[in-house]
Nanobody, 121 residues
Framework: QVQLVESGGGLVQAGGSLRLSCAASGRIFSINTMGWYRQAPGKQRELVASITGGGSNNYVDGVKGRFTISRDNAKNTVYLQMNSLKPEDTAVYYC???????????????WGKGTLVTVSS
């Protein structure tokens, strides 16, 4: 089965930086799109950034210019570099892999368990 494991979350001060990583493991042939979602207390989960296999990026307006998403296809790993963090960035960040093709199952979506990012003011 496919597993997504996030790492890099923690507590930082406003203006600081943090780098999240997510590694997908399993008998994976390919992943179409990988992305990062976040869910703040009392709010709906939202897409923060996504990246296709070809390297096309998409960001939510609030993080443009501060966050950078990247991926290593050979390692099935996606990263999120977060700079100039703000208290409103505080949330549980979830890794998502969309359109994952494995040896036994047609393309499906998978989620990580999440990593908490807390930005203090």
């Amino acid at each position: 089965q496919v597993q997504l494991v996030e790492s890099g979350g923690g507590l930082v001060q406003a203006g600081g930086s943090l780098r999240l990583s997510c590694a997908a493991s399993g008998r994976i042939f390919s992943i179409n799109t990988m992305g990062w979602y976040r869910q703040a207390p009392g709010k709906q989960r939202e897409l923060v950034a996504s990246i296709t296999g070809g390297g096309s990026n998409n960001y939510v307006d609030g993080v443009k210019g501060r966050f950078t998403i990247s991926r290593d296809n050979a390692k099935n790993t996606v990263y999120l570099q977060m700079n100039s963090l703000k208290p409103e960035d505080t949330a549980v960040y979830y890794c998502n892999a969309h359109g994952v093709l494995t040896t036994t199952v047609n393309r499906m979506d998978y989620w990580g368990k999440g990593t908490l990012v807390t930005v203090s003011s």
